[in-house]
Protein backbone atom coordinates (compact mmCIF):
# COMPACT_ATOMS: atom_id res chain seq x y z
CA UNK A 1 0.00 0.00 0.00
CA UNK A 2 1.49 3.59 -1.00
CA UNK A 3 1.96 6.16 1.91
CA UNK A 4 2.16 9.57 0.56
CA UNK A 5 0.61 12.38 1.28
CA UNK A 6 0.01 16.02 -0.81
CA UNK A 7 0.48 18.29 1.80
CA UNK A 8 -0.71 21.87 0.54
CA UNK A 9 -0.26 24.93 3.05
CA UNK A 10 1.14 28.04 2.83
CA UNK A 11 2.26 28.98 6.17
CA UNK A 12 5.97 27.37 6.06
CA UNK A 13 6.17 26.51 9.78
CA UNK A 14 3.12 24.67 10.06
CA UNK A 15 3.75 22.57 6.62
CA UNK A 16 7.24 22.13 8.02
CA UNK A 17 5.51 20.65 11.58
CA UNK A 18 3.15 18.51 9.51
CA UNK A 19 5.65 17.19 7.05
CA UNK A 20 7.72 16.06 9.98
CA UNK A 21 4.51 14.75 11.88
CA UNK A 22 3.76 11.92 8.81
CA UNK A 23 7.40 11.35 8.12
CA UNK A 24 7.95 10.10 11.46
CA UNK A 25 5.05 7.86 10.54
CA UNK A 26 6.98 6.22 7.65
CA UNK A 27 4.75 8.41 5.21
CA UNK A 28 6.24 9.83 2.20
CA UNK A 29 5.18 13.86 2.53
CA UNK A 30 5.12 16.08 -0.87
CA UNK A 31 4.70 19.36 0.51
CA UNK A 32 3.52 22.31 -1.59
CA UNK A 33 2.91 25.85 -0.53
CA UNK A 34 0.17 26.58 -2.97
CA UNK A 35 -2.46 25.35 -5.38
CA UNK A 36 -0.85 25.97 -8.27
CA UNK A 37 2.26 23.88 -7.23
CA UNK A 38 -0.12 20.98 -6.03
CA UNK A 39 -2.01 20.97 -9.12
CA UNK A 40 0.89 19.60 -10.70
CA UNK A 41 0.81 16.26 -8.76
CA UNK A 42 -2.78 15.31 -8.68
CA UNK A 43 -3.86 13.20 -10.91
CA UNK A 44 -6.34 10.20 -11.19
CA UNK A 45 -3.38 7.66 -10.20
CA UNK A 46 -2.29 9.62 -7.65
CA UNK A 47 -1.37 6.75 -4.61
CA UNK A 48 -1.89 8.45 -2.12
CA UNK A 49 -4.29 11.68 0.09
CA UNK A 50 -4.23 14.83 0.09
CA UNK A 51 -4.29 17.70 3.15
CA UNK A 52 -4.56 20.77 2.74
CA UNK A 53 -5.33 24.27 4.49
CA UNK A 54 -9.12 25.88 4.14
CA UNK A 55 -7.49 29.22 3.77
CA UNK A 56 -5.03 30.11 1.48
CA UNK A 57 -3.90 33.46 -0.65
CA UNK A 58 -5.37 32.96 -4.34
CA UNK A 59 -6.83 29.78 -4.70
CA UNK A 60 -8.05 28.44 -1.51
CA UNK A 61 -8.60 24.74 -0.39
CA UNK A 62 -12.63 25.10 -2.10
CA UNK A 63 -10.96 25.54 -5.12
CA UNK A 64 -8.47 22.49 -4.49
CA UNK A 65 -11.30 20.27 -3.18
CA UNK A 66 -13.25 21.26 -7.11
CA UNK A 67 -10.43 20.64 -9.01
CA UNK A 68 -9.32 16.92 -7.10
CA UNK A 69 -13.66 15.91 -7.83
CA UNK A 70 -12.96 16.90 -11.61
CA UNK A 71 -10.06 15.01 -11.96
CA UNK A 72 -10.81 11.71 -9.59
CA UNK A 73 -13.60 12.27 -6.95
CA UNK A 74 -12.28 8.89 -4.83
CA UNK A 75 -9.35 10.79 -4.57
CA UNK A 76 -9.26 11.81 -0.55
CA UNK A 77 -8.87 15.32 0.36
CA UNK A 78 -8.56 16.19 3.94
CA UNK A 79 -9.21 19.66 5.10
CA UNK A 80 -7.38 21.95 7.82
CA UNK A 81 -9.93 24.73 9.43
CA UNK A 82 -8.47 27.53 11.45
CA UNK A 83 -10.94 28.64 14.76
CA UNK A 84 -13.91 29.88 13.45
CA UNK A 85 -13.94 27.55 10.03
CA UNK A 86 -15.70 24.24 11.00
CA UNK A 87 -18.84 25.22 9.38
CA UNK A 88 -16.99 25.70 6.59
CA UNK A 89 -15.42 22.70 6.58
CA UNK A 90 -18.40 20.92 7.63
CA UNK A 91 -19.69 22.51 4.13
CA UNK A 92 -16.49 21.10 2.77
CA UNK A 93 -17.50 17.42 3.64
CA UNK A 94 -20.82 18.10 2.06
CA UNK A 95 -19.18 18.62 -1.09
CA UNK A 96 -16.99 15.87 -1.25
CA UNK A 97 -14.42 16.52 1.52
CA UNK A 98 -12.58 13.07 2.92
CA UNK A 99 -12.53 14.46 6.44
CA UNK A 100 -10.81 17.78 8.08
CA UNK A 101 -9.28 18.94 11.28
CA UNK A 102 -9.29 21.94 13.41
CA UNK A 103 -5.71 23.64 13.49
CA UNK A 104 -3.50 23.02 15.71
CA UNK A 105 -4.42 18.87 15.38
CA UNK A 106 -2.21 16.83 17.53
CA UNK A 107 -0.22 14.33 15.64
CA UNK A 108 -2.30 11.23 16.38
CA UNK A 109 -5.62 12.73 15.47
CA UNK A 110 -3.86 14.00 12.10
CA UNK A 111 -2.46 10.49 11.68
CA UNK A 112 -5.45 7.91 12.46
CA UNK A 113 -7.19 10.38 9.99
CA UNK A 114 -4.52 9.84 6.89
CA UNK A 115 -4.34 6.28 8.03
CA UNK A 116 -7.51 6.14 7.28
CA UNK A 117 -7.75 7.39 3.91
CA UNK A 118 -4.78 6.01 2.66
CA UNK A 119 -6.65 2.69 3.28
CA UNK A 120 -9.38 4.17 1.47
CA UNK A 121 -7.49 5.47 -1.84
CA UNK A 122 -5.52 1.99 -1.69
CA UNK A 123 -8.91 0.05 -1.85
CA UNK A 124 -9.95 2.41 -4.76
CA UNK A 125 -7.01 1.65 -6.62
CA UNK A 126 -6.58 -2.16 -5.96
CA UNK A 127 -10.72 -2.14 -7.07
CA UNK A 128 -9.57 0.16 -10.55
CA UNK A 129 -6.50 -2.50 -11.03
CA UNK A 130 -8.78 -5.41 -10.93
CA UNK A 131 -11.86 -3.97 -12.85
CA UNK A 132 -8.95 -2.89 -15.43
CA UNK A 133 -7.49 -6.73 -15.91
CA UNK A 134 -10.97 -8.17 -16.27
CA UNK A 135 -11.15 -5.66 -19.15
CA UNK A 136 -7.99 -6.88 -20.42
CA UNK A 137 -9.22 -11.06 -20.43
CA UNK A 138 -5.53 -11.94 -18.52
CA UNK A 139 -7.68 -14.82 -15.77
CA UNK A 140 -4.18 -15.21 -14.91
CA UNK A 141 -3.93 -11.96 -13.33
CA UNK A 142 -7.43 -11.62 -12.34
CA UNK A 143 -7.32 -15.08 -10.25
CA UNK A 144 -3.88 -15.73 -9.28
CA UNK A 145 -3.13 -13.23 -6.27
CA UNK A 146 0.19 -12.35 -4.88
CA UNK A 147 3.26 -9.55 -5.61
CA UNK A 148 5.97 -11.34 -4.83
CA UNK A 149 7.98 -13.01 -7.23
CA UNK A 150 7.47 -16.38 -6.72
CA UNK A 151 3.89 -14.96 -7.20
CA UNK A 152 4.53 -13.34 -10.97
CA UNK A 153 6.26 -16.56 -11.92
CA UNK A 154 3.20 -18.49 -11.26
CA UNK A 155 1.02 -16.15 -13.40
CA UNK A 156 3.55 -16.24 -15.77
CA UNK A 157 3.71 -20.24 -16.40
CA UNK A 158 0.22 -20.59 -16.21
CA UNK A 159 -0.17 -18.56 -19.33
CA UNK A 160 2.66 -19.94 -20.78
CA UNK A 161 1.42 -23.57 -20.21
CA UNK A 162 -1.94 -22.57 -21.43
CA UNK A 163 -1.00 -21.86 -25.09
CA UNK A 164 0.54 -24.85 -25.21
CA UNK A 165 -0.56 -28.20 -26.03
CA UNK A 166 -0.66 -31.09 -24.01
CA UNK A 167 -1.43 -32.57 -20.76
CA UNK A 168 -0.43 -31.06 -17.46
CA UNK A 169 0.21 -31.49 -13.77
CA UNK A 170 -0.46 -29.10 -11.38
CA UNK A 171 1.69 -30.03 -8.35
CA UNK A 172 1.55 -27.75 -4.79
CA UNK A 173 1.02 -28.11 -0.79
CA UNK A 174 -2.57 -28.67 0.79
CA UNK A 175 -5.12 -25.95 0.23
CA UNK A 176 -2.71 -23.98 -2.13
CA UNK A 177 -5.49 -24.15 -4.80
CA UNK A 178 -4.50 -26.57 -7.42
CA UNK A 179 -7.91 -26.87 -8.57
CA UNK A 180 -7.88 -22.77 -9.20
CA UNK A 181 -4.93 -22.67 -10.99
CA UNK A 182 -6.44 -25.24 -13.08
CA UNK A 183 -9.38 -23.73 -13.92
CA UNK A 184 -6.82 -20.55 -14.67
CA UNK A 185 -4.93 -22.82 -16.58
CA UNK A 186 -8.72 -23.07 -19.15
CA UNK A 187 -9.52 -19.76 -19.26
CA UNK A 188 -6.41 -18.62 -20.30
CA UNK A 189 -6.36 -21.13 -23.17
CA UNK A 190 -8.29 -21.39 -26.23
CA UNK A 191 -10.75 -23.91 -24.70
CA UNK A 192 -11.97 -21.04 -22.49
CA UNK A 193 -15.26 -21.60 -24.33
CA UNK A 194 -15.59 -25.18 -23.63
CA UNK A 195 -16.47 -27.14 -20.68
CA UNK A 196 -14.10 -27.61 -17.69
CA UNK A 197 -14.88 -30.69 -16.04
CA UNK A 198 -14.07 -31.83 -12.71
CA UNK A 199 -13.13 -35.16 -11.39
CA UNK A 200 -11.92 -36.31 -7.64
CA UNK A 201 -9.43 -39.20 -8.68
CA UNK A 202 -9.50 -41.66 -5.66
CA UNK A 203 -12.75 -43.81 -6.39
CA UNK A 204 -12.94 -42.87 -10.06
CA UNK A 205 -13.54 -45.68 -12.22
CA UNK A 206 -12.80 -46.56 -15.90
CA UNK A 207 -16.42 -45.94 -17.44
CA UNK A 208 -16.56 -42.85 -14.98
CA UNK A 209 -13.17 -41.53 -16.82
CA UNK A 210 -14.68 -42.40 -20.23
CA UNK A 211 -17.78 -40.39 -19.58
CA UNK A 212 -15.89 -37.62 -18.49
CA UNK A 213 -13.37 -37.41 -21.15
CA UNK A 214 -16.48 -37.14 -23.32
CA UNK A 215 -18.15 -34.50 -21.22
CA UNK A 216 -15.47 -32.25 -21.53
CA UNK A 217 -14.98 -33.00 -25.53
CA UNK A 218 -13.09 -29.98 -27.06
CA UNK A 219 -12.86 -28.77 -23.77
CA UNK A 220 -10.67 -29.17 -20.28
CA UNK A 221 -10.77 -32.55 -17.88
CA UNK A 222 -9.71 -31.84 -14.37
CA UNK A 223 -8.31 -34.69 -12.26
CA UNK A 224 -7.48 -33.96 -8.81
CA UNK A 225 -5.51 -35.86 -6.76
CA UNK A 226 -4.99 -38.31 -9.48
CA UNK A 227 -1.65 -39.94 -7.39
CA UNK A 228 -4.98 -41.56 -5.84
CA UNK A 229 -6.51 -42.72 -8.87
CA UNK A 230 -6.90 -46.42 -8.94
CA UNK A 231 -4.25 -48.52 -11.04
CA UNK A 232 -6.89 -49.74 -13.01
CA UNK A 233 -8.19 -46.02 -13.93
CA UNK A 234 -4.58 -44.96 -14.14
CA UNK A 235 -3.91 -47.41 -16.80
CA UNK A 236 -7.56 -46.54 -19.12
CA UNK A 237 -6.46 -42.68 -18.93
CA UNK A 238 -2.75 -43.30 -20.92
CA UNK A 239 -5.21 -45.98 -22.93
CA UNK A 240 -7.95 -42.80 -23.37
CA UNK A 241 -4.83 -40.37 -24.17
CA UNK A 242 -2.86 -42.24 -26.67
CA UNK A 243 -6.19 -42.48 -28.31
CA UNK A 244 -5.67 -38.64 -28.30
CA UNK A 245 -9.01 -37.05 -27.14
CA UNK A 246 -10.04 -33.58 -27.72
CA UNK A 247 -10.20 -33.05 -24.27
CA UNK A 248 -7.48 -31.69 -22.34
CA UNK A 249 -6.23 -33.09 -19.00
CA UNK A 250 -4.94 -31.36 -16.44
CA UNK A 251 -3.93 -33.17 -13.22
CA UNK A 252 -3.52 -32.11 -9.62
CA UNK A 253 -0.88 -33.99 -6.75
CA UNK A 254 -0.44 -32.46 -3.54
CA UNK A 255 2.90 -35.48 -3.70
CA UNK A 256 5.39 -36.04 -5.95
CA UNK A 257 4.53 -38.77 -8.28
CA UNK A 258 8.39 -39.96 -9.02
CA UNK A 259 8.51 -41.71 -5.90
CA UNK A 260 4.95 -43.81 -6.45
CA UNK A 261 6.54 -43.96 -10.03
CA UNK A 262 9.39 -45.90 -8.80
CA UNK A 263 7.54 -47.89 -5.92
CA UNK A 264 5.34 -49.38 -8.50
CA UNK A 265 2.35 -46.92 -7.18
CA UNK A 266 1.73 -45.18 -10.39
CA UNK A 267 1.57 -45.58 -13.72
CA UNK A 268 4.55 -45.24 -15.34
CA UNK A 269 3.33 -44.25 -18.84
CA UNK A 270 1.05 -41.85 -17.63
CA UNK A 271 3.60 -40.14 -15.46
CA UNK A 272 5.74 -39.52 -18.23
CA UNK A 273 3.11 -37.86 -19.98
CA UNK A 274 2.05 -35.65 -17.47
CA UNK A 275 5.50 -34.02 -16.67
CA UNK A 276 6.01 -33.11 -19.59
CA UNK A 277 4.26 -29.18 -18.66
CA UNK A 278 4.50 -29.38 -15.04
CA UNK A 279 3.13 -26.17 -13.00
CA UNK A 280 4.30 -25.56 -9.34
CA UNK A 281 2.34 -23.81 -6.52
CA UNK A 282 4.67 -21.96 -4.39
CA UNK A 283 3.54 -22.42 -0.37
CA UNK A 284 2.64 -19.22 1.69
CA UNK A 285 5.75 -19.67 3.49
CA UNK A 286 8.25 -19.69 0.66
CA UNK A 287 6.80 -16.38 -0.78
CA UNK A 288 5.56 -14.59 3.07
CA UNK A 289 5.47 -11.32 1.72
CA UNK A 290 2.19 -12.20 -0.62
CA UNK A 291 0.28 -13.65 3.02
CA UNK A 292 -0.89 -9.68 3.77
CA UNK A 293 -2.01 -9.15 -0.01
CA UNK A 294 -3.93 -12.70 -0.12
CA UNK A 295 -5.24 -12.03 3.60
CA UNK A 296 -6.56 -8.45 3.06
CA UNK A 297 -8.52 -9.83 -0.30
CA UNK A 298 -9.83 -12.85 1.85
CA UNK A 299 -11.10 -10.51 4.62
CA UNK A 300 -12.90 -8.21 1.84
CA UNK A 301 -14.41 -11.03 0.04
CA UNK A 302 -15.72 -12.44 3.53
CA UNK A 303 -16.90 -8.86 5.04
CA UNK A 304 -19.08 -8.64 1.60
CA UNK A 305 -20.14 -12.92 1.42
CA UNK A 306 -21.33 -12.02 5.11
CA UNK A 307 -22.22 -8.78 4.77
CA UNK A 308 -20.41 -7.68 7.72
CA UNK A 309 -18.33 -4.15 7.79
CA UNK A 310 -14.79 -4.97 6.90
CA UNK A 311 -12.22 -4.11 9.53
CA UNK A 312 -8.98 -2.78 9.70
CA UNK A 313 -5.85 -5.22 8.78
CA UNK A 314 -3.07 -3.71 11.04
CA UNK A 315 0.65 -3.50 10.64
CA UNK A 316 0.61 -5.54 13.38
CA UNK A 317 -1.67 -8.19 12.32
CA UNK A 318 -0.19 -8.52 9.25
CA UNK A 319 3.18 -8.98 10.80
CA UNK A 320 2.02 -11.35 13.06
CA UNK A 321 0.23 -13.55 9.67
CA UNK A 322 3.53 -13.19 8.22
CA UNK A 323 5.40 -15.14 10.68
CA UNK A 324 2.98 -18.02 10.73
CA UNK A 325 4.15 -21.01 8.52
CA UNK A 326 0.70 -21.85 7.47
CA UNK A 327 0.61 -25.17 6.86
CA UNK A 328 -2.55 -25.19 5.09
CA UNK A 329 -1.73 -22.14 2.93
CA UNK A 330 -3.93 -20.45 1.06
CA UNK A 331 -7.02 -22.07 2.30
CA UNK A 332 -6.65 -21.57 6.03
CA UNK A 333 -5.58 -18.10 5.50
CA UNK A 334 -9.26 -17.40 3.61
CA UNK A 335 -10.30 -19.08 6.99
CA UNK A 336 -8.41 -17.31 9.33
CA UNK A 337 -10.03 -13.95 7.19
CA UNK A 338 -13.64 -15.39 7.54
CA UNK A 339 -13.11 -15.60 11.58
CA UNK A 340 -11.58 -12.15 11.51
CA UNK A 341 -14.53 -10.92 9.63
CA UNK A 342 -16.64 -12.40 11.73
CA UNK A 343 -14.71 -11.20 15.01
CA UNK A 344 -14.15 -14.79 16.22
CA UNK A 345 -9.91 -15.01 14.99
CA UNK A 346 -7.74 -16.46 17.54
CA UNK A 347 -4.53 -16.11 15.90
CA UNK A 348 -2.29 -19.63 16.83
CA UNK A 349 1.30 -19.50 17.88
CA UNK A 350 3.92 -19.29 15.23
CA UNK A 351 5.60 -22.06 15.97
CA UNK A 352 6.21 -24.11 19.29
CA UNK A 353 9.33 -22.61 21.47
CA UNK A 354 9.55 -19.66 19.36
CA UNK A 355 9.21 -15.95 21.15
CA UNK A 356 8.91 -12.39 20.50
CA UNK A 357 12.11 -12.10 18.89
CA UNK A 358 12.31 -15.36 16.78
CA UNK A 359 9.29 -14.45 14.67
CA UNK A 360 10.05 -10.93 14.17
CA UNK A 361 13.21 -12.37 13.11
CA UNK A 362 11.46 -14.65 10.77
CA UNK A 363 9.34 -12.00 9.42
CA UNK A 364 12.61 -9.60 8.60
CA UNK A 365 14.38 -11.84 7.22
CA UNK A 366 11.54 -13.22 4.32
CA UNK A 367 10.74 -9.01 4.21
CA UNK A 368 14.75 -8.86 3.67
CA UNK A 369 14.71 -11.97 0.74
CA UNK A 370 11.56 -10.54 -1.03
CA UNK A 371 13.57 -7.29 -1.08
CA UNK A 372 16.19 -8.87 -2.76
CA UNK A 373 13.93 -10.96 -5.07
CA UNK A 374 12.70 -7.55 -6.27
CA UNK A 375 15.58 -5.68 -6.87
CA UNK A 376 16.98 -9.02 -8.60
CA UNK A 377 19.69 -9.53 -5.79
CA UNK A 378 21.02 -5.76 -6.01
CA UNK A 379 21.95 -4.85 -2.26
CA UNK A 380 21.75 -1.45 -2.07
CA UNK A 381 18.39 -1.08 -3.93
CA UNK A 382 16.87 -3.77 -1.41
CA UNK A 383 18.18 -1.55 1.18
CA UNK A 384 16.16 1.66 -0.39
CA UNK A 385 13.17 -0.44 -0.46
CA UNK A 386 13.02 -1.22 3.07
CA UNK A 387 14.13 2.04 3.95
CA UNK A 388 17.48 0.36 5.46
CA UNK A 389 20.80 2.06 5.69
CA UNK A 390 23.20 0.12 3.54
CA UNK A 391 25.16 -1.04 6.43
CA UNK A 392 22.22 -2.23 8.65
CA UNK A 393 20.79 -4.21 5.17
CA UNK A 394 24.27 -5.86 5.08
CA UNK A 395 24.28 -6.68 8.78
CA UNK A 396 20.98 -8.41 8.53
CA UNK A 397 21.98 -10.28 5.76
CA UNK A 398 25.02 -11.48 7.73
CA UNK A 399 22.76 -12.33 10.76
CA UNK A 400 20.46 -14.84 8.77
CA UNK A 401 23.31 -15.76 6.07
CA UNK A 402 21.50 -14.42 3.19
CA UNK A 403 23.56 -13.71 0.03
CA UNK A 404 22.24 -11.20 -2.03
CA UNK A 405 24.21 -12.47 -4.92
CA UNK A 406 22.81 -15.56 -5.10
CA UNK A 407 19.21 -13.55 -5.64
CA UNK A 408 20.32 -12.42 -9.34
CA UNK A 409 18.90 -13.22 -12.19
Known amino acids: MSRRVLLVDDDAAVREALAQTLELAEIDCQPAASFIVAADHI ?41 GDIPMAVKAMGEGAFDFLEKPCAPTDLLAVVERALKTRALVLENRALRQLVETGDPA ?29 VNGPQGSGISKIAEVIHLSSTRSKRPFVKRAGPGLTPDALSAAVAEAESGSLFIDEIAQMPPQSQMALAEELDAAPSARLIAGTTRALEPLVEQGGFNADLYFRLTVLPVR ?35 ELEAQLMARDWPGNARALMSEAMRFVMGVSDPAPVAEGLGLQEHLAQVEQSLIEAALRAASGRATQAAERLKMPRKTFYDRCARYGIRPESFRD
Open 281 to 315: IPALAERREDIPVLFRRYVAQAAEQSGQRQPDVTP
Open 43 to 83: AAEFAGVIVSDIRMPGRDGFHLLSHVQGVDPDLPVILLTGE
Open 141 to 169: ARMVFGASTLAEGLRARVREVAQISGEVL
